[in-house]
């Protein structure tokens, strides 16, 4: 549909489809399309300015209690439908961000509806344990499903928090405690550690480093914030651990003729990393743990080769520091995979995956090795909420059965095609379009352009995300079909010509 | 009931409870007594041995998958009725510590079973948005609601987050912020401040600090485990800020009779408060933030007096760093009043008051001055949880049309003294009876002892808490009234004869 726009390219972008597969994959895929969102919009629908006048009115409102001047749209959850979500003007968008990447089925998915219509998980929901102590009598078999399902290949252990950020947290944490044990030989605690880990001291309180990557994002609590170094507004104010930041490869786009630079780029950045592990060892503050997100997300959607992430596991193995990969944005199936580092075919399980989002709750998977000797090392109240866990279970039983994450890839494939077509016509305005699944993004000119790429679409009705200084990203449901993409590509399209003609 | 056990003092206890106020007061209190939870059983009823066989098998199960040696019951909640627990081998146990103080209204509260049984609720519940982008068009209601229903006096600022820990690390945040936007003037960030920050440096990330006290309790994300002081196993191998820990008052009791001691206690603690103001600051590291519970609870449940708690604000003030309260624990009600601070009768509002447990999800209501100016400098994916924002909004609507708060003051002063009039018999095995409202404990003479009564307890039904090393503590719901109290009180005295004769 959006190609009518594109007249003398049309036909190449939609056959392109199939240069990525076989006849009979895309068949595969399209068989398993979900079926039509009962009661969703054909498409978007604006009635008002954007803001409206109610909108308006309740940023006003809401800033008179905190500072909510990020606040970009007031949802009527009520009317939202699927892939589409309503204002309080009565504006009906096309949702290809889904919340910063949280809502894997949609708005108001009428089996999620039901799921609380059940006496034993209605009680469930009602009666929040605190998980470390007084689990439900259900919970290890809830936990043992959940694993079944979902755990990474080589992972055995599984943990359950709040949120990404206390993910990300406990990931290190898990890390540090790991590093002393090996350096120990045993977790017996000397008389000396037990006193100065009450006074903030070592040997009690280690100095000891998290690496993690320039432009990396992974949380906003000061453990994780000294780990995240996207954006200055984020830390700026805060005091940080002294850790270790290396290049993340930068590569030149397309891959496919820029594949010397690239890997070169990969090298460069690992050897960067092999110089740092040694200087933070000889200052006396090893680093215990590297923390790599598959694809950079809030750094502005940065890819890296499997080579690279397969080459950085073995640097971390051979000084003793947990590769932890934080799959917070990327995890729960918007690459195509359920996990993006299924993609780099690594040597040996990482140690630790962290993850949330789109599983509604924070948590990590880790390898036996990870797992603390004695209890309340990572303990906190609730450890998670059997609550978001039952719609966890569903998700995912949705997700198999409905087979989403083909249906990820292949309207992933098309919608990065079609991109790719429309960049080859706007070079250099954008260009860089990449991505796995839908999990897709690209890079603007400037950031003033990158912005109002972004207000035009959502005057047209589709609201996308920014990311980092340069980047529009796309994270759509794991429902977003062929159709939806087609709404998106025509209005991108029809934006891209209007700012450039 | 109990006091039946105790003959010679019978009378005593039960007149007791009048000396706390005219008899028009304990009337009202009286008028004012939940009504019988239905279906709540009578009594606790034990079948097994404890842990029973199916709990056995649960526990290793789980400890397959994760660390869960601290898992103390798995419970059945759709079996639990108020007061009460029951556990996967159909043991029912009254419960007085209410997983870790967090169920304000008991199990399966008919009530609370209808909530979601609206489909606004449900569909705000099933949505769950990216509250700081995407808020429901209903947010600055709900959250206006909150204020207007439980603000603090003098604090309008309201922000909610997942968790305690969360909680407070965003109220660091929002000292430190505030204390540079202080030093600087403004909050017109230098290229320097941008560009440092992202490498974790100076002055972009300050050499700033929170200031805790001995024993505190504040959480285990590293910024808040920095300030937390109360055992090793918490904060053994994690790197820690080098932050200031002050004495907290370590009152002798009962307080009548040690006067003079306990007020020069509270003087030795705050004048070294002040010179660690002062060490601080000059070794270049100024305190930002002093973070004090209301009652030390993890610590073991230690208080200090309104005196202390003005002072240390007026010491705080004077160095420009913010004064948070972390009402973690003891915030909702469980002290006879909704913040445990309206007893201090502070000279100003504190800066920052920290909340999450009893009221479902954690946050914190700031004033004027702690909030931030742009955007997005305490910004996170989810920054609370709607579903959970209306399950308090119903907790907040029963407590006060049901008057539990007076209910908790009452129970609770019956409590306290018939617990000071066991201990009398049983001094020094027993000694130190403490509390506000039913946040209540007592200290046992060694740790083998205390662990030892709440073993005993739990045999007999009852389930306690313990805290650091020699503390148990009692966290019972808003609903526990009188004749739950006896059943506690008659196996606590039970207990006490068993290991005493």
Same mark, same amino acid.
């Given at each position: ?35 039509? %969102? ?52 009565? =504006? ?25 219509? =059940? ?7 009602? =009666? ?8 439900? +009598? ?70 000891? $480093?998290?690496?993690?990557?320039? =432009? ?54 690992? $050897? ?92 990590? %998977? ?123 590509? +025509? ?11």
């Amino acid at each position: 549909m959006w190609s009518k726009f594109i007249k003398p390219h049309s036909a190449t972008c939609r056959s392109s489809v199939s240069k990525f597969g076989n006849k009979s994959q895309s068949t595969a895929a399209c068989n398993s399309l979900p079926a039509k %969102f009962p009661g969703e919009p054909s498409g978007p629908c604006i009635k008002t300015s954007i803001p409206g006048p109610r909108t308006k009115q309740l940023l006003e409102d809401l800033n008179k209690i905190q500072q909510a001047n990020s606040t970009s749209v007031f949802v009527n959850y009520d009317k939202c439908c699927g892939n589409y979500i309503v204002d309080a003007d009565d =504006n009906t968008y096309l949702d290809v961000y889904t919340n910063i990447s949280t809502i894997p089925l949609g708005y108001n998915h009428p089996e999620l509806l039901q799921v609380f219509n =059940n006496e034993h998980e209605l009680k469930s929901l009602i =009666n929040r344990p605190a998980l470390g102590i007084f689990p439900g +009598e259900d919970w290890p078999k809830r936990m043992k499903n959940i694993m079944d399902m979902i755990a990474p290949s080589g992972l055995t252990q599984l943990n359950t928090m709040m949120c990404g950020a206390c993910a990300n947290e406990n990931a290190f944490k898990h890390a540090f405690m790991a590093y002393r044990r090996r350096e120990r030989g045993n977790d017996n605690f000397s008389t000396e550690e037990t006193e100065t880990v009450l006074l903030n001291q070592p040997p009690g309180a280690p100095k000891l $480093a998290i690496m993690s990557f320039k =432009n990396s994002f992974h949380g906003r609590t000061l453990g994780t914030l000294s780990a995240t170094r996207s954006k200055y507004i984020q830390k700026i104010d805060i005091p940080a651990f002294d850790w270790p930041c290396a290049p993340f490869p930068q590569y030149k786009y397309p891959l496919e003729e820029n594949e010397k630079f690239n890997m070169e780029e990969d090298d460069r950045c690992l $050897a960067e990393v092999e110089h740092l592990m040694e200087v933070w060892y000889k200052k006396g503050t090893p680093v215990a743990g590297v923390i790599v997100e598959p694809i950079q997300s809030e750094g502005g959607d940065n890819h890296a080769s499997p080579y690279f992430f397969r080459k950085l596991q073995s640097i971390a193995r051979k000084n003793n520091a947990a590769y932890i990969l934080d799959e917070v944005q990327t995890g729960g199936g918007p690459t195509g995979k359920f996990w993006c580092h299924e993609y780099f075919d690594l040597e040996c399980p990482p140690d630790i995956v962290t993850f949330s989002k789109k599983l509604q709750l924070g948590g990590y %998977f880790t390898t036996e090795d990870m797992k603390p000797q004695q209890p309340f090392r990572t303990f906190n109240t609730w450890m998670g909420d059997p609550g978001k866990v039952i719609l966890l279970e569903k998700y995912l039983e949705i997700i198999k059965r409905d087979k989403l994450l083909e249906n990820v890839r292949s309207t992933g494939k098309y919608t990065l095609e079609c991109l790719k077509q429309i960049q080859s016509e706007f070079a250099p305005f954008i260009h860089s379009v990449r991505g796995r699944g839908t999990f897709i993004a690209l890079t603007a000119e400037t950031t003033e352009k990158r912005d109002e790429i972004i207000r035009r679409l959502r005057a047209k009705g589709t609201i996308c995300g920014g990311a980092h200084d340069l980047t529009v990203r796309l994270r759509p449901t794991l429902l977003f079909a062929k159709p939806h993409a087609d709404i998106f590509l +025509e209005s991108f399209y029809e934006v891209m010509k209007e700012m450039t003609f």
